[in-house]
């Protein structure tokens, strides 16, 4: 019987405890409410470019929370293009090159070597042959590439990229980047006025909005 009330005891010193964490987080202040409409699962969605210095900067970090996260929480990337370079056509290829290395088991060299390419060699994408051999040298057929990049499946998530980004920016929450949005919901707000800066913390808040 007093193992019972222990148990019991316990348990509620937990829900207890969980709704006392899940308490410490307040919206417009460690998040914002961006979208009434919600992901049918919970996801972790970056608008970022690799155009962008704090976007490259980012990638250290996102290596360290993100294998924090729950396991049901999808960690997406999306890229925009307001970033870096004006002209249309180029961005649109960055867009299709993110789009091209996500199907790829090289997914995540292929992003490191992109960020790469343009923050420590200084060197430009003005062609697809500048992309192509970027994917060449992480292992990725060259015929292999064309095709996939050409691909229906590969166009159809770089526009809904695009689609994405107006939709956020339509809301107020994409007004630089990097960004970071839970379930379509929920946008992050990162940095030292939050106080949410450290990669256990960003994994907290994450992962309490993706199950909220």
Do not use: W
């Amino acid at each position: 019987m007093i193992k019972l009330v222990k148990i019991g005891l316990f348990a509620v010193l937990l829900s207890f405890a969980a709704s006392s964490f899940g308490a410490t987080y307040e919206e417009g202040v460690h998040y914002d409410v961006v979208s009434e409409r919600a992901t049918k699962k919970p996801e972790i969605k970056e608008f970022f470019s690799f155009y962008c210095p704090a976007c490259n900067n980012m990638e250290a970090l996102i290596t360290e929370f993100k294998p924090t996260l729950d396991k049901n929480i999808k960690f997406k990337k999306s890229h925009v293009d307001f970033v870096g370079v004006g002209d249309p056509e180029n961005q649109k290829m960055m867009s299709q090159a993110l789009a091209t290395a996500e199907v790829l088991p090289q997914k995540d060299k292929i992003i490191a070597a992109i960020f790469n390419h343009v923050h420590v060699k200084r060197a430009r994408f003005n062609e697809l042959a500048d992309v192509r051999d970027v994917f060449v040298a992480q292992g990725v057929d060259s015929e292999k590439f064309d095709k996939l990049f050409k691909s229906f499946s590969v166009r159809t998530l770089s526009s809904r990229m695009k689609r994405d980004q107006e939709y956020f920016k339509e809301k107020g929450a994409l007004r630089g980047v990097p960004t970071f949005i839970v379930n379509g919901k929920y946008k992050l707000n990162l940095g030292k006025e939050s106080g949410i800066t450290a990669p256990k913390d960003i994994s907290a808040l994450i992962n309490y909005l993706a199950n909220k």
